[in-house]
Each structure stands twice: as C-alpha cells, then as structure tokens.
C-alpha cells in the first residue's frame, strides 16, 4: 500500500488579470480517497488543479498538501524553488496533451526524473522504469519513442513517469481528452488500477462513468465556484443544484444518439 | 582566359581558402555560443537585463559589418584594444552573428511546447537541469535549419575581413588580380570556392537534421 497524502484548500483565489477564475474555493481530500472535478470548460477545474503543485500560483487562501502550505512560506512570502521543488516530488500530475519529452524513449522519460530528482544512478533508475512500464502495460514498448506511440499508450508512459517518482498524490488534468474514443479506455483502467492501490488522486475528467465508479468524491464547479461536492451518486444521479442538472442534461444530450 | 596564372596564385589561393574556412567556422561557433548565451540571459535574466541585450541586439543588426568590423579594429588601440588582423577578424565575426544566433535560438526555445516543461517541473526537475536535458536538445533541434541557413551567409561576410588585411581568399583574390590583371579568373576561383564550402555546409546540415529529427517525427 502506498504512502497517500491529504489536501486541504482554503479560501483559495485567483485571478487572470480581470478574469476571477477562482472564486473562494474549499475542498478537502481525504489521503486515499479519489476526488474527480467536473464542470464546464472554463469553469476553473483544471485551474483548481494546477493550483494543488503550484504550476499555477494562486493568489490568495491556502492549499495545504500533508499539512503544509504549498507554494508560500506564509501568506505573501514565496517559497523557495528547492523547497517547492521538494514538495512537488511526492506529487504526480498526468496532463490532457502527455506531455512526454519526444527526444526520449518511453523508457527514458520515466528514467529522467528518477536519475535528476531523485538522484539513482541510469541502471538503477532503467529498472525502475522498466517496473513502472510493465504495470502500465507496456513492458513490450520501453525502447519506443513516443512519437512511435499511440495516444493511449503514451498517456500511459505519462502515468509510469508520474507513479515511478512513488508520490503520495497524483493530479490528472482531463487525461483521457485528447484522446481518440477507442483508446480511453486503457488509460481509465490504468487510473481504476491506480485508485484500487490507495493513492490519494484528484482527477479533472469530463468522463462521467469514471466519476460515477471510481470517485470517492465527485465536485462540481461552475464560473470559479465550487458549486457541490458529494459523493458521486449524489452528484451525478441526484443534484440537488440547477447548474449541476443544466450541466448534466448538456452531457447526456451530447451523450445520446 | 588565362589560368596559368594559378599555377604561381594557387598555393596562396588555397592558404587563403584555408584562412576563410577557418574565420568562418571559428566565427560561427563563438558567434553560436555568444548567441546561446545572450537567448538563455534573455529567456531566464532580469528586465533590466533584458533590455541591454535588446540594444545590443538592435545596435549590431542595425549597423552593417563593415562599419562594425572598422570601429573594432581601427577604433579599438583609442580604448587600448590592440588587436592583429585575424583575432580583430573573428571578433567581429563573432559579434557580428551572435544577435542572429540568439534570435534563433530563442525562437527556437519558443517551439518547445510549454506542457514539456511544465511536465518536468511537476516532477520536481531543477531549472538548470530542465534546460540541459530538455530546453537545449529540443530547441537546437528546432533551431537546426535556421542555424545551418545563417553560417552560410556568415561564410560570404569572411569576404570583408580583407578589408582590415586578413589574409583570407578575397583578400588573395584582390592580391592576384591587382597584380596580374586577371579580374575575372581571380573571381571565378573566388565564387568556385564559395560554392564548394556551402554545398558542403548545407549537406552535413542536412544529414544533420536527418539524425536529430529521426525519433521525433510521428510515423504511422
């Protein structure tokens, strides 16, 4: 069982000059539990998230990941680039577009922050790589680079470079987005494999099936607001909010043919 | 047309040669490496900083390399920079290329697509070590054409190092044809010689390119 942080965000803002995109936000997650953000696009999920490792700085609140503030030694005061840094290793994020770094094989895009970050040596860090490939399924692909890849599996590369840093959080912003229909599945599975193991993840998906099976918690956000959070029969089955069922009316529109 | 003449002329045309081969590369690497240090200051240094890099920039594009390359030489023993012909030569190369250069390579480092970068600083990847493995190699790549494009008009500006007596090709060229009249034999040599080098450049360019882009080109 792997070691599962908890996250509290308080009061949090932030603003894109004029644009308010985060308005006041609570959410607390519990370490092991999976909490999937929903909403519209613009609604300031994937924000909320970016947030959480400090890839977006936030403007004023909290968030605190194990008890400790993230990005800001006190209100106003920045933190370090070492100690963020430090803070960031126990913390995996999945993006919508892989990211992958392409001059690297798959192998090696996991080995590369094993090797800088945390300092194995190239055998030691291969190997590890190797493992965290092979449980993501591609034992057979580690050579590849990932323009030799199909989005699916290079999703997954992502997810083996993320869980092979052994965080105690992982952050997956719309992972399953770009990708083509059919391939959508492997990956949620790779993540339903990921939140059987107990590791505290926050999950921004418009996959409601996802939400619906996996979550703990599911939130609902709306125009920098966090509208409701519950679990997710509630959210998803029975809203209570009006903008949650135009939301989901829209979605099971989209949805049927 | 007489080409006996490059039976005396040849040994120093080819010394000449040798002389613009090395100015040109010599001045294209520090020119390269000034250019790479000035686009890293411009991408990671202050704003003030910034700003002197911007009217260094605009004052070496802005002017021509003639006038550059008089100042330095000629103006320079006013300030005590006394410099002999070839180091004043590559010098001025090397100021000369390095605004071009750094344009490049900042363009270049704005084609690595920002999710890349992010993703290794969510690993916890330190900055100096993000530009090594990652910054360097994919904006060189993305640099490369532009890169090989540029030493090649830079190999045609060795020609005005004659005019502060580098004993380069032109300056031969000049040489052989104030002696024996022999204008056009002389240039001919001079555009043959041109020529060889940048088809040469353009082809290791190219194969070049072939190789760094091998596994980043999508093949379904």
Redesign the interface.
């Known amino acids: 069982m792997l070691a599962a942080s908890s996250v509290e965000i308080r009061k949090v803002n932030k603003h894109f000059g004029p644009f308010h995109a985060l308005k006041d936000v609570d959410l607390v997650i519990e370490p092991g539990k999976v909490n999937c953000l929903i909403g519209p696009s613009g609604s300031g999920k994937s924000t909320l998230l970016r947030c959480i490792?400090f890839?977006e700085e936030y403007d004023s609140g909290e968030i605190r990941i194990d008890g400790q503030l993230i990005g800001y030694e006190a209100p106003g005061k920045k933190m370090s680039?070492r100690r963020l840094?430090?803070m960031?290793?126990s913390?995996?994020?999945v993006?919508q577009?892989f990211?992958?770094?392409?001059?690297m094989?798959a192998r090696e895009n996991v080995a590369?922050?094993l090797i800088?970050?945390r300092g194995m040596s190239k055998s030691e860090a291969h190997e590890r790589a190797a493992e965290a490939l092979t449980k993501v399924g591609l034992a057979d692909r580690m050579t590849n680079?990932p323009?030799?890849l199909s989005g699916g599996q290079q999703q997954r590369v992502?997810i083996a470079?993320?869980i092979a840093?052994e965080p105690r959080l992982m952050l997956f912003d719309e992972p399953t987005s770009a990708l083509d229909p059919e391939l959508v599945g492997e990956v949620l599975n790779v993540m339903k494999t990921l939140a059987g193991e107990g590791m505290t993840m926050v999950v921004v998906t418009h996959e409601m099936g996802f939400a619906a099976h996996v979550a703990d918690k599911v939130a609902f956000m709306e125009k920098g607001e966090l509208v409701s959070v519950d679990i997710p029969d509630r959210i998803l089955h029975h809203p209570e909010d009006a903008r949650i069922q135009s939301f989901l009316r829209t979605y099971h529109e989209r949805n049927n043919f | 047309m007489d080409w006996s003449i490059l039976q005396q002329y040849g040994p120093a045309l080819l010394k000449g040669f040798g002389n613009t081969v090395l100015c040109w590369l010599l001045g294209t690497v520090f020119g390269m490496a000034l250019g790479l240090v000035i686009a890293l200051l411009q991408r990671y240094g202050s704003r003030w900083l910034n700003w002197i890099i911007q009217v260094y920039i605009e004052v070496i594009r802005g002017t021509p390399f003639l006038v550059q390359l008089f100042v330095l030489y000629y103006g320079g023993p006013l300030i005590g920079l006394r410099l002999d012909a070839l180091p004043a030569g590559l010098l001025g190369l090397t100021i000369y290329g390095s605004p071009y250069f750094a344009e490049i390579f900042r363009s270049g480092f704005r084609g690595v697509p920002h999710g890349q970068i992010e993703a290794a600083r969510a690993i916890g990847m330190s900055e100096p070590a993000i530009v090594r493995r990652i910054l360097l190699p994919l904006g060189l790549v993305s640099s490369l054409p532009a890169l090989v494009n540029f030493s090649i008009i830079l190999t045609k500006e060795t020609v005005i190092l004659s005019i502060i007596t580098v004993p380069e090709l032109m300056y031969q060229v000049q040489r052989m044809s104030t002696e024996t009249f022999r204008y056009v034999e002389a240039n001919l040599v001079l555009a043959l010689f041109f020529w060889a080098l940048v088809e040469a450049i353009s082809r290791v360019g190219r194969r070049l390119e072939t190789h760094v882009t091998k596994h980043l080109i999508e093949r379904t």
Request: hydrophobic share 40%; proline share 3%; aromatic share 6%.
């Open positions: 490792n890839l680039g840094r430090e960031r290793r913390i995996g994020m993006f577009q990211n992958l770094w392409p001059h094989t590369e922050g800088r970050v680079h323009a030799r992502a470079r993320a840093m």
